[in-house]
């Protein structure tokens, strides 16, 4: 949180939250409203003229399905993706209100009503976690839409004590913030979940008004019963320049990782209580980041990136714990294997990886 000299502090913290930055639909990077939600920042949208780089992949096209529409199978803003154990693939449709659910062959099964979902897992007992960003909560669905619990949270107070007040006593402050909307969401095989976080300093004694803080924070919940426990750390970092969005989670459970859109770089967050890491850096060249999104893990501990205005996909090999450049692929377009906006990603557990392809209103498959 904010720095301040010799001082306590102690946050009364409350039920689940999430992400942040009132995120709207996927708009291009030209677009006003694009920037709009996002402010200046490092990453910017490219310099006329400039073409981001296209590095080797082997991860071929597989299939792609959806177009722009209300119908079953259509979308309006894909945002974030995920696959359960038997490959059913589920898709938070933010424009239409909507989750969808297909088979592995990318054919519509059901689909329900969600207020803006945003980030989607699906966890041990196959039920469907939703972040709903404009209610600021996680709403739990059975595999079929059938809603089970709510939760939230939408404020909470920050205390310390200026241990160098003026004698005869220390001055006790106090800041109310409140939540902005959640984003990111990401389930480990524990069943633990690890949301990204945001507030706003709106009231009380506050070092910054209207200062924004953002936080990865992990929430332990039992199996099948959905609690408002919390469990453990909370990484932040202070400023309006920084938006977490993805998060993700390695299968033992020891790395976090998020993707910062502002910044144009990725986080390492080590779990619980660990350092975090940032890695990589604005530009169109290999191992370079422009907005980047969605984030997932596979088995091998291979990262994938959707480089949002890039226009790509790019993968890294974190198992030595060095983020190494593997490859990447896409280019702006709708054509096979092209992308416009590329928003969320994930991997399922045969090491298949789907991209939400937002402004292009579609899902794309590749091989592993």
């Known amino acids: 949180m904010h720095q301040k000299k010799a001082f306590q502090y102690l946050l009364l913290l409350p039920l689940m939250t999430l992400l942040v930055i009132g995120h709207f639909a996927c708009k291009k990077p030209t677009s006003p409203s694009f920037k709009d939600v996002y402010g200046s920042g490092s990453g910017s949208p490219l310099p006329p003229g400039t073409t981001p780089t296209v590095g080797p992949s082997s991860h071929a096209f597989l299939k792609t399905w959806g177009s722009l529409g209300t119908a079953a199978g259509q979308f309006h803003n894909p945002h974030f993706i995920a696959v359960d154990d038997v490959f059913n693939i589920y898709v938070t449709d933010y424009s239409n209100n909507r989750v969808q659910k297909f088979n592995s062959n990318g054919q519509a099964i059901t689909q329900w009503a969600c207020d803006h979902p945003q980030g989607i897992a699906v966890d041990n007992g196959g039920n469907i976690l939703v972040a709903q960003e404009q209610l600021n909560s996680i709403q739990a669905y059975s595999n079929t839409g059938d809603p089970l619990v709510s939760y939230s949270a939408t404020s909470y ?10 004698p005869p006593a220390p001055v006790t402050h106090t800041c109310h913030w409140e939540q902005h909307g959640p984003v990111g969401f990401a389930l480990d095989d524990a069943g633990d979940q690890f949301i990204a976080d945001s507030f706003v300093a709106v009231s009380g004694d506050c070092a910054i008004p209207n200062d924004f ?38 299968q033992a459970g020891t790395y976090a990782y ?6 144009d770089f990725v986080i390492r967050q080590t779990l619980p209580y660990g350092t975090a890491v ?23 501990n291979h990262v994938f990136v959707a480089d949002t205005t890039n226009f790509r996909i790019v993968e890294y090999d974190d198992s030595a714990l060095a983020m190494t450049y593997v490859s990447q692929w896409g280019t702006e377009g709708s054509g096979t294997g092209q992308f416009e906006s590329p928003w969320g990603v994930t991997v399922d557990t045969a090491g298949s990886i789907y991209v939400a392809d937002c402004d292009n209103h579609r899902i794309q498959k590749f091989a592993p």
């Open 157 to 166: 107070d920050e205390k310390w004590i200026d241990i160098e007040g003026v």
């Open 278 to 300: 940032t890695f990589k850096g604005p530009g169109t060249g290999d191992d370079q980041l422009q907005f980047p999104h969605g984030i997932a893990v596979d088995r091998n």
């Open 258 to 263: 998020m993707t910062d859109a502002h910044n």
């Open 213 to 250: 803080y953002r936080t990865l924070e992990m929430y332990h919940l039992s199996p099948q019963v959905y609690t408002d426990s919390w469990d453990s750390g909370r990484y932040s970092r202070d400023g309006d320049t920084t938006n977490l969005i993805g998060v993700a989670v390695n």
